[in-house]
């Protein structure tokens, strides 16, 4: 049963959280189109599941956000920068009161599913970490450049990372993603593999990127986003609880 929701915008984003707590945390990290009503949806929903959650605003410094090309975009990103937010929230949760010391964790999807990952393996604090279809190369696919990329902005390619978790994990994909082919997830069970912390892959059959995302049409996979939802509410559920 969904329990009511209070709501706050804040400077660091969007806060849900239940009317009773105290509750685990969940930091929230959007899509490469920034904390639209869709990740706002989202975090609802998952307070609606008796967690505290902050949906960031990773463009909140930003005077324009105008999105062209959306590679072109996330590879001008600063990685560090924004794992730094990421932990800026992390904290934020684990002090504020209705968590009362409970567990954190992150959730992500498409760039935020990336830095779900990466934080899950360079943030402290986290209990547990759910990408959803995170782009994990640099080596092709949307962040390739020809040019190369800026080591400043990009000093880790998110595969790099993956044998290095800190936290359990539980990443969603579809083997049909445009942006992350089946060879890459491969790699990625490989070094999830190597981690000292329990990790998963759930691969879903026939489905592409932004399955979960029920404001497109095109990409939305109805009964396999309800099985991941399930899967993720009953993970964050037992790693944030202990």
């Known amino acids: 049963m969904q329990t009511q929701v209070q709501t706050l915008d804040l400077e660091l984003g969007f806060l849900a959280a239940p009317e009773s707590g105290p509750c685990p945390g969940v930091v929230l990290i959007h899509d490469v189109w920034g904390l639209t009503d869709h990740a706002r949806d989202l975090a609802q929903r998952l307070s609606g599941e008796g967690f505290a959650v902050l949906a960031l605003d990773l463009y909140r410094r930003l005077d324009e956000v105008k999105i062209d090309n959306p590679g072109e975009w996330m590879r001008a990103l600063s990685d560090p920068q ?3 937010d990421v932990q800026v929230g992390v904290d934020f949760l684990a002090a504020h009161p209705i968590t009362e010391g409970r567990g ?15 934080a899950g393996a360079t943030c402290t604090g ?4 759910v990408p959803f279809y995170g782009l994990l190369s640099h080596q ?3 962040l390739h ?3 190369g990329l800026d080591r400043a902005l990009k000093p880790h390619e998110p595969l790099e990372v993956a044998r290095d978790l800190r936290c ?7 083997d049909r993603d445009e942006f992350v082919p089946v060879s890459d997830i ?9 981690s000292v912390h329990a990790a998963e892959v759930v691969l879903y059959p026939g489905a592409g990127h932004a399955f979960m995302n029920d404001t497109r049409p095109d990409a939305y996979r109805p009964e396999d986003a309800a099985n991941a939802w399930r899967q993720m509410v009953a993970f964050l559920t037992e790693q944030l609880h202990r």
């Open 82 to 84: 924004i794992l730094g």
């Open 104 to 118: 954190i964790g992150v959730i992500g999807f498409c760039m935020g599913g990336m830095y779900a990952l990466m």
């Open 126 to 129: 986290l209990g547990a970490s």
């Open 140 to 142: 092709h696919g949307i």
């Open 145 to 147: 450049s020809e040019t």
């Open 168 to 174: 359990p994990t539980l990443a969603f994909y579809g």
């Open 186 to 194: 491969q790699r990625l069970k490989d070094r999830f593999a190597l």
